[in-house]
C-alpha cells in the first residue's frame, strides 16, 4: 500500500520540506548556485515537483522557487523519476542511492556530476524531513531508525 | 591428442632467468578445463612449487612470477582487457595476485601465449620481449633506475619497428627494483597491477620489463553467441547510470556517494565523516579542475580512467593518468589534505616509482599518526613535517620510499613490518588483514566487507570478490543465495553475510580472476551471462552452478597455498583500528559482529578449527593432491 493515499498528501509533506529547503541556508545557496531545474517526478500518487534555481526566485528569503505542476513551463536539466514511496523513504536518508539506481528504483536523466555535486548539500533534509512530518501531526509516518 | 583449443592461445611460455632459457609449454587441457584460466591456472602452477618448499622466499628466484591471461581476454566482450599478476607475496607471505586492465593482457595473447611463469634471477638486468611468438631476453642495464613512464616510453621507441606499431609494455619503475615490499608494476603508463607487492618480485628476478606484440587470434567456440552478448552487454553499459558515472566522473565519483554512507575513511580511519572531501577530492572536483580527458582499456567504452594535468607548483604534474577513488583516498582524506593537485601528484609519482597507491598512501597515513605520536622524529623523515592537512611530506615519503632512502627504507617494507618495529602504539593504527593494507572502503559502513576482508585469499582487498559491489547495491544477481538484490537493504546486520561472502568469492573467483573480466563492465553481466560468455569462448558447457563450483576450487586452492605458508584461523580478523567504533559519521557507533558472521564463514565453508580447509571439501572439489599435501602438512605443524 502506498504511504501517501492521494496527490494533496504527497504535495502537502513534500511540499512543506521543499518550501523549508528552498530558505535553509545549510542547503538552499548551492542548489542556488547550480543554476539546475530539477524535477521529481513522482507515481502512485502521481505529482511533479519542479526547483527551478536557473531564474531569481519569485518569494522573498527563498533562494529558488518550487514549483508543483505537470507543466511548469520549463525545461529540467536533471529528471528524477521515482515512485512516492522512495522519496518518503530518501528523504528519511533511508535510500542507498547507488542500489536504488541500479535496480531502477529511481531513474535519473541529466548530467551525473551536477547530480551527484548536489547531493551533499540535500544531506540536512534528512533530519528536517521527520521534523517536518511531525510538525503536521504526521508521526504515523515517520520511519524510525 | 589435444582437442580444439577455443578461445586460448593453448601454450605458454616458461622463462628461466637464471639460465637464460625461453620454453613455451603445452600445459595439459584439464588444467584450462579445471581452472579456466587467470590467477586459477596461476594458482594452480604455484601450489605446485610451494607443496615442494612451503617456506619458499618470496625473493628467492625459485618463486614464479605468473602472468596469466583469461580465456575472455582480448575478445570483444565488454571488459576483457584484464590479466593478472601472481606470485607468492613479500608483502603478505601468502598468495599474491593483482588483477590489472589495459592493453598488455590481449597484447600478451597475440603475441601467442596464455601466460608467462618467470623463475630465476637474471645475472644483470634484463627486459624481455615477445613478438609473434617469439622470446627473446635483452639487457636492461640502460632502464636499471628509470622510472615506468620512462622504460615504457624506451622500449616502446626500440621495438615499435618489430610490427611497425607500438608494442605493449609491462614495466617496473625504480620501487620494483629497489625491492619495495608494494611496488607495482604499469602498464602503458597508467594501468597499474599494484597490489600485493607484484612489482617487488618482478625487480628481485631482475626482470625489469616485459614488451608483447604480435597477430594471433584466438577463436571462439561459439562466435555467434559471443557476438550477441557482446551487443547485449554494450547496450546495458550504454543505459546503466552507475556507469555513465563512471564514464563522466571516473573512480572518484563514488567519494560524492559514499562519504554519507559511512564508507570512506579519514584521518587514518579515526573520522567517520570529512565532508570537505566531498567538494574538493570528488569526481566532479576532479571533473571541474584537473581533469583534461579520458582514456579506456581494450575493449571498453565505459572509459572511467582520468587524464589529468597539474599545470603548477608545487604539485606539477604532466598530462597522464589521474588518481582514481583509492588514490584520492589514501592521499586525501587518509591524511586530512584536501588538495586534489597534491593528491593528482602523489598518485603520478606512484605510477612512475611503481607503487601500489593503496598500500603506500595507507603506510604514509600510518607515519603521519605515528609522527602526531612523536613515535617518528622530524630528523627521522629528513626535515619534513607529517602534519594532518599537509601533503607535502607525504609526497617526500613516496620518493624516499622508491629509493629506500632515509625513513622509507623502513615504510618500504609495508605498514604491519614498519609498525611491529615501532612498537604499540603504532601497532594500534594499523589497517592491514594478513599484512595487506585495507583498501578505502570502511567495513563499520558495510558490515559485510569485514568478513571479506578477514577472509580474502590475499588479505584486505574489496576487489578479490565482489561483496563490496553487492553490499552497496552495484551488482546483484537474482538466482544465487546471498546476492540477490535486497541484499544491500541490510548492510549493518551479519544476517546471511556469510553466504554473501562466500558465494561472493567464488564467483568473482571465475568472473574477476579467471575470466578476468573488469569488475566495472562485469558489473551488468547478469550470472547466466558470465555462464553464456565461459561456454561460448571455450565450447565447454557450463552452468551457474559450475561457476560456483570452480570458483569454490580456486578459493579453496588459494586458500591452501595460504595455510601451506602458516595461515591460520587466528590470522582472519580485522585490525583493532577498523573495529574500533567511529564517534562522527554514518556509522558512527557501529563495529561489524565478525564473531557471528566469522563461525557462519567456517561452517559454509567447512574450514576446521585452525582455518584449513577440510578433506571432505577439497576432495568433493577434485582436490584430492591439495588435500593430501595439506593435511600432512598440518600433521606436521601438530606434532
Given at each position: ?95 542507498n542511492l547507488m542500489a536504488a539506481l541500479t535496480r531502477r528504483q529511481i ?39 | ?489 541490510d548492510p549493518r546486520s551479519p544476517h546471511r553475510k556469510a553466504l554473501m ?139
Amino acid at each position: 500500500m502506498a504511504i501517501f493515499k492521494t496527490r494533496d498528501e504527497l504535495i502537502t509533506c513534500l511540499g512543506i520540506l521543499y518550501d523549508q529547503a528552498k530558505r535553509d541556508p545549510r542547503i538552499a545557496p548551492k542548489i542556488k548556485d547550480s543554476g539546475l531545474v530539477i524535477q521529481f517526478r513522482y507515481d502512485e500518487p502521481e505529482a511533479v515537483a519542479t526547483i527551478i534555481a536557473s531564474r531569481p526566485p519569485t518569494q522573498e528569503g527563498a533562494y529558488f522557487d518550487v514549483v508543483w505542476d505537470d507543466d511548469p513551463g520549463v525545461k529540467p536539466d536533471i529528471e528524477m523519476s521515482m515512485k512516492a514511496d522512495v522519496a518518503h523513504q530518501f528523504w528519511h536518508g533511508k535510500v542507498n542511492l547507488m542500489a536504488a539506481l541500479t535496480r531502477r528504483q529511481i531513474i535519473a536523466k541529466g548530467p551525473i556530476p551536477k547530480i551527484l555535486k548536489l547531493l551533499p548539500a540535500v544531506t540536512p533534509m534528512y533530519d528536517m524531513y521527520p521534523r517536518v512530518l511531525r510538525e503536521l501531526g504526521r508521526e504515523d509516518l515517520i520511519i524510525q531508525k | 591428442m589435444r582437442s580444439p583449443m577455443y578461445a586460448y592461445a593453448g601454450r605458454m611460455l616458461r622463462v628461466d632467468l637464471s639460465r637464460g632459457i625461453l620454453e613455451p609449454w603445452e600445459p595439459p587441457q584439464e588444467l584450462y578445463h579445471d581452472y579456466i584460466g587467470g590467477s586459477g591456472i596461476a594458482a594452480r602452477l604455484l601450489f605446485e612449487v610451494v607443496r615442494e618448499i612451503p617456506d619458499l622466499d618470496p625473493f628467492d628466484p625459485r618463486n614464479p612470477l605468473i602472468i596469466m591471461t583469461g580465456p575472455a581476454t582480448g575478445t570483444a566482450l565488454p571488459g576483457s582487457n584484464r590479466f593478472v599478476t601472481c606470485a607468492l607475496s613479500p608483502l603478505t607471505g601468502i598468495w599474491g595476485e593483482s588483477n590489472c586492465g589495459g592493453y598488455f593482457g590481449p597484447w600478451l595473447k597475440r603475441a601467442g601465449y596464455d601466460g608467462l611463469i618467470i623463475t630465476g634471477q637474471a645475472p644483470r638486468p634484463t627486459y624481455l620481449s615477445i613478438v609473434d611468438g617469439v622470446a627473446a631476453l635483452h639487457d636492461a642495464s640502460d632502464l636499471w633506475g628509470l622510472d615506468s613512464y620512462e622504460t615504457t616510453d624506451l622500449l616502446t621507441e626500440r621495438h615499435k619497428a618489430d610490427q611497425g606499431r607500438p608494442p605493449q609494455v609491462f614495466a617496473i619503475g625504480q620501487a620494483g627494483e629497489q625491492l619495495v615490499r608494494f611496488a607495482a608494476i604499469v602498464n602503458n603508463k597508467g594501468h597499474i597491477a599494484g597490489r600485493t607487492g607484484m612489482g617487488a618480485v618482478m625487480g628481485s628476478k631482475r626482470l625489469k620489463a616485459i614488451v608483447a606484440d604480435g597477430h594471433a587470434r584466438q577463436t571462439p567456440a561459439d562466435q555467434q553467441a559471443l557476438r550477441g552478448l557482446t551487443q547485449r552487454i554494450n547496450e546495458r553499459l550504454r543505459d546503466n547510470i552507475m556507469m555513465q558515472a563512471l564514464k563522466e566522473m571516473g573512480t572518484a565519483a563514488e567519494l560524492e556517494i559514499k562519504m554519507f554512507m559511512g564508507d570512506v575513511p579519514s584521518r587514518n580511519w579515526t573520522v567517520g565523516e570529512w565532508r570537505q572531501a566531498v567538494d574538493t577530492l570528488g569526481g566532479s572536483a576532479m571533473y571541474s579542475t584537473i581533469l583534461v580527458d579520458t582514456k579506456t582499456c581494450y575493449a571498453c567504452q565505459v572509459k572511467c580512467k582520468r587524464v589529468v594535468e597539474v599545470p603548477r607548483n608545487p604539485f606539477m604534474v604532466k598530462r597522464g593518468a589521474g588518481p582514481e577513488y583509492e588514490a584520492c583516498v589514501t592521499f586525501g582524506s587518509l591524511i586530512l589534505n584536501d588538495n586534489l593537485e597534491a593528491v593528482a601528484k602523489a598518485n603520478d609519482l606512484c605510477n612512475r616509482y611503481g607503487l601500489d597507491t593503496i598500500s603506500c598512501g595507507a603506510t604514509i597515513a600510518l607515519a603521519y599518526e605515528c609522527y602526531e605520536k612523536g613515535l617518528i622524529s622530524y630528523e627521522e623523515t629528513g626535515g619534513v613535517p607529517l602534519i594532518w592537512g599537509d601533503a607535502t611530506g607525504a609526497i617526500e615519503l613516496i620518493h624516499q620510499i622508491a629509493g629506500r632512502r632515509g625513513l622509507g627504507h623502513e615504510l618500504a617494507e609495508g605498514s604491519l613490518r614498519f609498525a611491529q618495529r615501532r612498537g604499540s602504539e603504532a601497532l594500534e593504527g594499523l589497517t592491514t588483514v594478513k599484512g595487506l593494507e585495507a583498501p578505502m572502503h570502511d567495513p563499520r559502513g558495510t558490515h559485510a566487507l569485514g568478513l571479506a576482508y578477514a577472509t580474502s585469499v590475499i588479505g584486505a582487498s574489496h576487489m578479490n570478490g565482489i561483496i563490496f559491489a553487492v553490499a552497496s547495491g552495484q551488482v546483484f544477481y537474482d538466482s544465487i543465495p546471498g546476492l540477490e538484490p535486497f541484499m544491500s537493504d541490510d548492510p549493518r546486520s551479519p544476517h546471511r553475510k556469510a553466504l554473501m561472502t562466500v558465494n561472493g568469492q567464488n564467483i568473482d573467483q571465475i568472473y574477476g580472476q579467471a575470466l578476468a573480466l573488469c569488475h566495472f563492465s562485469g558489473n551488468v553481466y547478469s550470472e547466466y551471462d558470465l555462464a553464456l560468455a565461459l561456454t561460448a569462448l571455450t565450447g565447454v558447457q557450463r552452468s551457474v552452478g559450475d561457476l560456483l563450483e570452480i570458483g569454490d576450487r580456486l578459493w579453496n586452492l588459494k586458500r591452501a597455498i595460504g595455510c601451506l605458508r602458516g595461515l591460520t584461523a587466528a590470522d582472519d580478523k580485522l585490525p583493532a583500528r577498523l573495529m574500533t567504533p567511529l564517534k562522527d559519521g554514518d556509522a558512527a557507533g557501529l563495529v561489524p559482529d565478525m564473531q557471528t558472521m566469522l563461525a557462519e564463514f567456517y561452517e559454509l565453508r567447512e574450514l576446521d578449527e585452525q582455518g584449513y580447509p577440510k578433506r571432505e571439501r577439497l576432495e568433493r572439489l577434485g582436490l584430492e593432491d591439495v588435500s593430501e599435501v595439506l593435511h600432512s602438512h598440518r600433521a606436521r605443524v601438530a606434532d
